[in-house]
């Protein structure tokens, strides 16, 4: 190979002879051939690194939300965040479960680029170099193919980023409204704190429970239940006409737990003695897991401890939403019980 000396690009000049003799011998015995290959593939790996490189800001974007997720998991065990707690932890558990998705993926891209980068960095061998580009080789057996379509996957990728960002700071917004909002209930007289609650006897725990779905707007049908209640310590009708029946259970020692023996008999009345459309056990203490598995199983509401400070203390309604079609219980001998 000749140098033209016209261009405006030189050789190397080296202070030691024995290597500029190298360089020189070396790049002598190149013929058109081997500099085309060799411009080829130097060609493959700068569009390998500028396809590595494209992915690179979304990764320290996902990396930088993945440190801020960690900080704001950290900030949940404020006193300021105790008013939506678990609604945080429930925001936080599927924003990092959502980023740490993006980011399995965009890592895997990134190290197929390297891959790539690196093959055809092993792959310099003038020899063999120039017998990839040769005329008659395949020409679609470059390793730049295992990238195509990358360009497009980051255009998902960046799409599904800022969606993920926008419904973040939307959800994190409502989060923030319902904090202030449960603030400001528990400040009012229709706040009940679970230490008050737990001071109750059962019977006015039930009155209780009969006030709290007053308060939603239910007409209250029976609020204490007795000795033949058959389950149902507390009826009451929403506002669209479904029948609420209700157990209560209460006690001094709020840390134990409801057996399952009281969901099984609250299912085994509820619906066919009492009409119920809507179904619940409320309690001051927490389920076993038995009896909220049997209960999830049979569509019956557990107001646990969790839910009822929700409820009672800051307003957080737990009666579903009626079914769209839904009508109420239609037997009009058990609905006039």
Known sequence: MEINSSVSVRPPKLADTDLNWAFGSNLGRLSEADVHAIVFRHVEIRVATQAHDEWLPLAAAITTMLETAAEWQRQQARPEWAYVREEAAELHQRLRERVENEHVLVRGHIALCEKAIAELSRMCDQETLTAAFRTGAPRDRSVLRHLQG??????????RWNTDQERLYSDLDALLAELDRRKGFATTFESLTLEHIDQLSPEKFEEIVAWLLYRDGCTILRARGGAHDQGADVIATTQDGRRVVVQCKHSIKPRSRVDPRYVHA???????????????????????????????????????RAVMQRWATYGVAWLPAPEPGATPYADPALAAA
Do not use: K
Request: charged share 15%.
């Open 150 to 159: 990358l360009r497009a996957a980051l255009e998902r990728a960046i799409s």
């Open 266 to 304: 609250l299912n085994g009345t509820a619906r066919p003695v009492h009409a119920a459309d809507v179904v619940a056990i409320v309690t001051n203490r927490t389920l076993s897991q038995a009896a909220r598995q049997f209960a999830a199983s049979q569509g019956i509401h557990v107001v646990d």
